[in-house]
């Protein structure tokens, strides 16, 4: 079992900038792959990026791709997404999620945190 609470989220003006954690406990955090995915009102979850256990492989959604970074540090069994350049579209709930495989697929993922609300006003 592997528990995960995010935090961070908030309310920030279009092109602003948000770094949200989540704190594993439980089994080994460095062996499990991690990912950040999101869910707008009337959508569907989706993918946002995800990192490998050692950290040295990442994915990113092409939405997403050169505004935000995903990282960890396994000595703290933290997960951050640091997220720049904000726009109104990133508006969500975001989830992070622990899974013994890199994916991009949520139904991959094993153990998934409450969730934190992300809005970017314009």
């Known amino acids: 079992q592997v528990q995960l609470v995010e935090s961070g989220g908030g309310l920030v003006q279009a092109g602003g900038s948000l770094r949200l954690s989540c704190a594993a406990s439980?089994?080994?955090?460095?062996?499990?792959?991690m990912g950040w995915f999101r869910q707008a009102p009337g959508k569907e979850r989706e993918f946002v990026a995800a990192i490998s256990w050692s950290g040295g492989n990442t994915i990113y959604a092409d939405p997403v791709k050169g505004r935000f970074t995903i990282s960890r540090d396994n000595h703290k069994n933290t997960l951050y997404l640091q997220m720049n350049s904000l726009k109104p579209e990133d508006t969500a709930v975001y989830y992070c999620a622990a899974n013994t495989y890199l994916s991009l697929a949520p139904g991959a993922y094993d153990y998934w945190g409450q969730g934190t609300q992300v809005t970017v006003s314009s």
């Open positions: 439980g089994r080994t955090f460095s062996s499990y792959s």
